[in-house]
């Protein structure tokens, strides 16, 4: 299997290797580096208007477009085998909801079944720790989850994202790569930012999965709050003149006209960016999803729904013919098929050339 390399996403890249005997100056440390060969993979989730997915299609029935240029998908690479990392939330606030988390454990092998897959446990609070290393014996998983104990009072989901994305980057580069937070949406106490945590991910071409416990936390500690619609409907999206306002242009508008702004401070390093729902970040621009839960049925659903996605989900690769151009990159992926609602990450960001 070939080595899959994600040097666009982040903002420094890796530079060629210099021919033999060539001088050549070493960069200082500063230093924007950028190779002129790499592979993208655009995580794809295809859906019939019922929600159902769509697990079928060929290579031939995408059009994927970078930064509005047609694109060659080289390859579907979704058959790769599997290496999960579960990384729980273990922070005092947990103590109750951690017993209906650790009775799922028997359902991580709906995760790996049919992947070939390895899966590793991580437990947090304001410090990471490694439960279980890389193991395909999912009974030592449910174990250590039974292990878990609640910890301190805050809860460092970036740190640990970036512990995790760190694991997973040690793996076999011909290994699929995804990360499952279990977690509350907002981040506290964690000393890495959140561009730091987006370019270990995508530079490390893990996927992000998130299933948010803050609407348990609320229902157990007072009534809880509805979610808040978002804040432009979907009907209301701008289209491109003369397309058609179908499922599939409100879901990528939605995802990419609205968060792309603020992907972008992100990675300019913003000083007054306050991510709110730091796991929506993740899982958005990693090509992940992030679900949520209310009761132990609920969780059970939600990680049944993971499941369900990450077996459909399409991997396309490709090589970028407009990799030089720095800012943001957006994704589209059309379905050469009506009636279909599809979804991939929103983008990339791609540094500009030291001094611009």
Partial sequence: MRNLLIALTCAVCLA???APNSSTQQPDKDSVIR???SIV???VSVRQ???EFVDDLQLGDF???DHNRPQTITADVRNEPLSLVVAVQKSTNMDQILPKIQRVGPMLNDILAGQDGEVALVAFDHRIQTVQDFTNETTKISEGLRNIKPGSTNHAVIDAEMACVRMLRSRPKDRRKVLLLI???RDRGSQARVREALEEAEFANVAI???DVSSLVATLTGEAIPPRPPPIP???????AGAPQTPTTIEQNYYVGNYIPMFVDIFKGAKSLFVEDTMDVFTRFTGGTQYSFVSEKSLERAVQGIAREMHSQYLLSYSPNNQTVGGFHDIRVVVDHPGLEVRTRPGYYVAGRAGE
């Fill in 16 to 18: 060629q290797s210099p």
């Fill in 35 to 37: 190779t002129t060969t």
């Fill in 41 to 43: 993979i655009a995580p």
């Fill in 49 to 51: 208007k019922n929600g």
């Fill in 63 to 65: 059009q994927l477009f």
């Fill in 183 to 185: 977690a509350e949406k």
């Fill in 209 to 211: 999965f998130s299933i």
């Fill in 234 to 240: 979907a009907t209301a999206e701008h289209v491109p």
